[in-house]
């Protein structure tokens, strides 16, 4: 941190804005926050969740809350498997021994531990941030809604290819590492039976278009009639990338169905499909990024690898650089 920036530390509250409130943000304003720097977060969705999301559909069997992002998040670092032991406690988290011996769900949905890290911070949902300045050595954000500021520092959580335009009007090396760090699209499709799909086993990898496929029952917490979350390949993806979302939909159905023994399909109660444009990072060695000049960083997957685990610690990260130097005992 700066001379000027550890200097107001004593007088008045340091303000940084944070662009995205996805994990790695959250996990970013999370440890700055205990360390006495307010931040505020501007996203552009409606709720939290980011990649970690959950769709609520209304059939005429009920309601099923399905995960269309990540489907379950590993806990291997040790911060990190610290967090989630805290998650779990609080019963937003559970194991799926099932997946993996290290692997975890939200309860009773993916964006739970989201939902509950944003309740204490300063976040502003429906804000589509679409320019960044900097002025008199302070920071302004200009959304829809409005002109926001002025901050003493501005962080970036977005994707790659999002943090590309915002950096690159302050720090072209920056920007030059986030336009390397391409992400993978990726089709999801929600499908809704009225009964049973005959498959015998709950998760299918690997095969065909088929990135992943989930029987949505099979997860700890999860209620409601048989659902299926289907994810397409990054290749099968990017090749369908601009096509008709029912058209993408019914080619998922079908690579499922595939799959069953010899009973029919069971009706259908809901088949649709979301597209992330931005989905898998190969990941980078940066870990985070920071200009303690111009009070600018960046953090996110794409500067770790593509695992909800890496963006936590991805921000996690950017936070002790902010914090580097401080007076006080503050970066600890």
């Known amino acids: 941190m700066d001379a000027q920036m550890t200097a107001r530390m004593g007088e008045e509250a340091v303000r940084i804005a944070i662009i995205g409130a996805g994990i790695a943000g959250l996990a970013c ?3 700055l926050g205990a360390q006495g720097i307010d931040t505020v977060l501007f996203d552009k969705g409606r709720g939290a969740g980011g990649r970690m999301s959950t769709r609520r559909i209304a059939t005429s069997a009920g309601p099923v809350l399905l995960d269309h992002g990540a489907q379950y998040f590993t806990a291997r670092d040790p911060l ?3 967090q989630v032991s805290a998650w779990s406690r609080k019963g937003l988290a559970a ?3 099932v997946v993996g011996s290290d692997a975890w769900v939200g ?4 964006n739970a531990p989201i939902r509950n890290m944003a309740s204490h911070h300063d976040v502003r949902f429906s ?3 679409q320019g960044l300045v900097r002025d008199d050595g302070a920071w302004w954000l200009h959304s829809d809604t409005g002109t926001h500021g002025p901050f003493d520092g501005a962080i970036i959580a977005l994707p790659a290819e999002q943090a590309a335009p915002f950096l690159g009007l302050h720090d072209l090396g920056m920007a030059s590492q986030a336009m390397t760090a391409r992400s993978q699209p990726c089709w999801t499709a929600m499908i809704v039976f009225d009964s049973r799909l005959d498959i015998d086993v709950d998760h299918i990898r690997e095969t065909g278009p088929i990135s ?3 029987r949505n029952g099979a997860k700890p917490g999860r209620e409601g009639p048989e659902a299926w979350v289907v994810q397409g390949s990054g290749t099968w993806s990017a090749a369908h990338l601009d096509v008709g979302s029912l058209h993408v939909a019914h080619a998922l159905l079908d690579a499922l169905v595939s799959h069953r023994g010899t009973a ?3 009706a259908l109660l809901n088949l ?6 931005f989905a898998m990072t190969r990941g980078t060695d940066q870990g985070a990024l920071w200009n303690p000049t111009l009070r600018l960083g960046a953090c996110g997957d794409w500067l770790l690898g593509p695992r909800v685990e890496l963006a936590w610690l991805s921000g996690r990260k950017l936070a002790d650089r902010v914090l580097e130097g401080c007076a006080g005992g503050m970066a600890t």
């Open 29 to 31: 304003s999370d440890r």
């Open 80 to 82: 990190f498997v610290d």
């Open 95 to 97: 194991p799926w021994l």
């Open 107 to 110: 309860t009773p949905t993916m």
């Open 127 to 129: 804000e589509h941030v």
């Open 212 to 214: 992943w496929a989930c």
């Open 264 to 266: 029919a399909v069971p």
């Open 272 to 277: 649709t499909a979301h597209r992330w444009r």
